[in-house]
């Protein structure tokens, strides 16, 4: 023997081990906040808008993602500016998080960026994308944030499905009246309704971002309306004149439908649309208990199931997969139900192959068009340490400039007068974006169907569910119109 | 002159005791993990299903609260318990049986062994989002190739994911294609592998045909292997989530609201967090009961080589 070698003993692999792990923490540990660090970001042009994500409230169609070309980090600190941005004169610049949708495409917000810094140069805005790609993802994420006491100066939330509302009620978000007052900021730009539906107890708690009046359009293929020698419907059309177009669009082999007049959304958003046309509404107005017994709800379930399963004029369950307006896409359904964004988003999925028109759904017993405000707001956390600087980042985020461009090119439209009546917007949408403006002036068009104890997402939920049945053909609605009130009522007595 | 008595210092740190700490010291990182990732969470888990907690305010308890409300007031508390027994109930014989008949067929030792087994394993690489995609393709009602070959056989097609009937044998479909080749199917084959040859020649020598070999050394020497797979396989089963969230989201009215899919809600939707912990345990408490009753039942078609058994 008489080697030199040494061999590891298990007390050096130990103590090695040791080492090498107290390294890996002191690595891990977060890194303090860095001063301007230009990460350069290639200006990487954004893709064409195929499928518009939809505005406010996320609709089932999934949204393209965006393929971002620097993934902005998570938060535990300040993520780096993503362009040199001029040094402030005398102070250190206030750093302002900005918590958005990562459908809402980073790369303009992060164009938005400097332009804002080039104005204001004491303040820094540092953008934060959540995932959206479930619906649970982003609301989720934000109240984790919010348990963490992490969340953004600035957040994207929704009115609408999500659980903003509620989370209103337990001091979250602050309300911005003084901030307004401030910057004698003008509200007047805003719909009324869309200001109304962002209000909890009278105060404002976050101004409008995306916004749509629901799911009431009707969007309709020509190629096939001629085809079928049918005239174009018109708002005065009725719900009798609806059966009778679908019918004459639907073509048949036997017993087996090979092309349907109607491609209908069959979701709680759409039932609720035609409801309101029949002056009614799935919940009691104090959004307290179901109303699904009442005559507007019955006549609407009834309606739509008799198009189905009747008539055989409109898709059912079954027939569909995901997206009921693949059918619309690929022929297979001369008419479908779609939001305001459907008139930028679906040219490209249909190409060449026809052209479309958009009608609203006709008015109901009660004379009126059913609308529904779907609103998302930009909020202010509670917490924030700088209030004002997060109001002028909060207020130039939703400016006409940044709103025009987000609707040319992401498809999201703000609830802004100045922008749904913009000539970009009037001349990209044509004849259809005339009806979606006749929508949004509707004095009709009213808030999101909000129960008291903000549960949004379960109600709908409980409505699609139970709705599924008479969708499928699986039960009728004057059999299932029972369980659907008492699991409604289950949900609706639940705590905030 | 008294002499001092010198009693022997008690040592503390034993050699044995020496050697205990060091092998806690190797598996620190991941009893550490153990703690952190595992064993604390379930423990906070069980502490708030007796509150009432949103996660961004501070919990209040509740007491049996949560769990008397699932037992008696939640509409889809048995609803989803009793579409994960059917799930678990069909998906779990079904994926046993078919393993085992291609882990039989892959040990007959014929060329090309390998490259099936590779081929059978595939899908068990697939990731789950992208295999949720490919099946929602292959069920779509208009496009996809199933029913254009029921059309073609003339028979009327089938809804699939849209249709109350056949939403969850269309998932259980799904869970066999993940299923039969993978590690469910490694395993037997090395269980088959390991049954010892001198037991198929002495059977050959006794004139047993390929039944009786199957019937009376295969399924008994294999049974251990078939045990720890029907174990796993139940708990794996009764926690079906992932494809029916991306497919149905529990539609049809229902027919895929499995009870993992109920707690995800509770949990992410509604932020009733304390309901989905106490969901949690219960389904934990289920898991435990069943696999408490295989072990006991084992007792009696599972064979462990030199145990002695009464006859």
Excluded at chain 1, 2 to 17: A, I, M, N, P, V
Aim: glycine content about 8%; some cysteine; charged content about 20%.
């Amino acid at each position: 023997m008489g080697t030199s070698s040494k061999r590891l003993s298990r007390r050096g692999f130990l103590e090695l081990s040791a080492l090498l792990g107290v390294t890996a923490v002191a690595a891990c540990a977060p890194a303090p906040p860095p001063t301007a660090t230009p990460a350069p970001k290639p200006a990487a042009p954004a893709p064409p808008p195929t499928a518009a994500p939809k505005p406010a409230a996320a609709a089932p169609t999934p949204a393209a993602a965006p393929p971002t070309p620097t993934a902005a980090p998570k938060p535990a600190v300040a993520a780096p500016t993503p362009t040199a941005v001029p040094k402030p004169a005398a102070k250190e610049a206030v750093t302002v998080r900005v918590t958005y949708r990562l459908t809402d495409k980073p790369e303009m917000y992060e164009r938005l960026f400097p332009r804002f810094a080039q104005e204001n140069p004491s303040i820094k805005l540092v953008g934060e994308p959540v995932s959206f790609g479930a619906y649970e993802e982003y609301f989720a994420k934000l109240a984790s944030l919010m348990a963490a006491d992490t969340l953004g100066d600035v957040v994207w939330v929704s009115a609408g499905s999500g659980p903003f509302l509620s989370q209103v009620a337990k001091g979250f978000f602050r309300p911005l009246e003084d901030l307004v007052s401030a910057a004698n900021y003008d509200l007047k730009v805003w719909y009324p309704s869309a200001l109304e539906a962002l209000k909890l107890g009278g105060k404002l708690y976050a101004l409008p971002s995306d916004m749509h009046p629901g799911a009431q359009f009707i969007y309709y293929n020509k190629k096939m309306f001629d085809a079928a020698s049918v005239k174009y419907p018109t708002s005065a059309w009725t719900y009798e004149d609806f059966v009778a177009v679908a019918g004459k669009l639907t073509k048949r082999s036997g017993d087996r439908v090979d092309v349907f007049g109607w491609a209908p959304w069959t979701t709680s958003w759409s039932q609720e649309i035609i409801a309101r046309s029949h002056g009614g509404s799935f919940i009691t107005a104090d959004g307290k208990k179901s109303a699904v017994k009442e005559a507007p709800v019955g006549t609407t379930l009834e309606w739509l199931y008799d198009l189905m399963h009747k008539h055989k004029v409109a898709t059912r369950k079954q027939d569909i997969a995901k997206d009921a307006n693949e059918m619309f896409y690929t022929e297979q359904a001369g008419m479908t139900t779609a939001l305001s964004g459907f008139i930028f988003s679906a040219p490209a999925r249909i190409g060449d192959k026809f052209k479309m028109g958009t009608v609203r759904l006709p008015k109901g017993k009660a004379g009126k068009f059913g609308g529904m405000v779907h609103i998302g707001g930009q909020a202010i956390y509670a917490k924030t340490k700088n209030p004002n600087e997060a109001f002028k980042a909060l207020a130039f985020i939703v400016g006409l400039e940044n709103a025009l461009i987000r609707a040319l090119e992401v498809g999201g439209t703000l609830a802004r007068r100045d922008l749904f009546e913009h000539a970009q917007l009037a001349e990209k949408g044509g004849d259809n974006w005339k009806v979606v403006l006749e929508a949004m002036a509707d004095p009709d068009l009213k808030p999101y169907f909000t129960p008291d104890n903000f549960r949004t997402s379960e109600m709908q939920s409980v409505i699609d569910q139970n709705t599924d049945a008479f969708w499928t053909g699986n039960q009728t609605v004057a059999k299932g119109l029972d369980a659907l009130d008492s699991a409604l009522n289950v949900v609706l007595a639940k705590p905030r | 002159m008294s002499t001092a008595v010198s009693v022997p210092r008690r040592v503390w740190l034993t050699r044995s005791r020496r050697r205990a700490i060091v092998g806690y010291l190797w598996i620190m990182p991941w009893l550490v993990g153990l703690v952190a990732f595992k064993l604390g969470p379930t423990l906070a888990a069980f502490a708030l299903s007796f509150t009432r907690y949103d996660i961004i305010t501070t919990p209040i308890w509740i007491g049996l609260e949560n769990y008397v409300y699932a037992a008696t007031t939640d509409p889809l508390f048995w609803r989803s318990l009793r579409t994960t027994l059917y799930y678990v109930g069909v998906s779990v014989p079904l994926g046993i049986v078919a393993s085992l008949g291609l882990s039989l067929l892959l040990n007959m030792g014929k060329r090309g062994t390998a490259t099936y087994r590779t081929f059978f394993f595939l899908p068990n690489l697939t990731p789950v989002v992208a295999g949720a995609i490919l099946w929602l393709w292959i069920y779509h009602p208009q496009f996809g190739p199933l029913n254009y070959l029921l059309r073609l056989m003339g028979i009327p097609p089938i809804g699939w994911l849209g249709s109350v009937e056949w939403a969850v044998p269309s998932l259980i479909l799904v869970a066999f294609w993940y299923g039969i080749g993978g590690s469910r199917m490694v395993i037997f084959l090395a269980g088959l592998q390991a049954v010892p040859n001198e037991l198929y020649e002495a059977a050959e020598v006794d004139g047993a045909g390929r039944w009786a070999r199957f019937r009376y050394i295969i399924l008994p020497m294999i049974s251990p292997t078939m045990f720890f797979n029907l174990v796993l396989a139940i708990i794996v089963s009764l926690r079906v989530f992932e494809v029916a969230f991306l497919t149905t989201v529990g539609s049809p009215n229902y027919a895929t609201w499995f009870y993992m899919l109920h707690l995800y809600q509770a949990a992410f939707r509604d932020f009733d967090m304390g309901y989905a912990s106490a969901l949690a345990w219960i389904l934990f408490m289920i898991t435990l009961a069943l696999t408490y009753v295989q072990i006991k039942l084992s007792k009696r078609w599972v064979y462990y080589e030199g145990e002695e058994r009464e006859s």
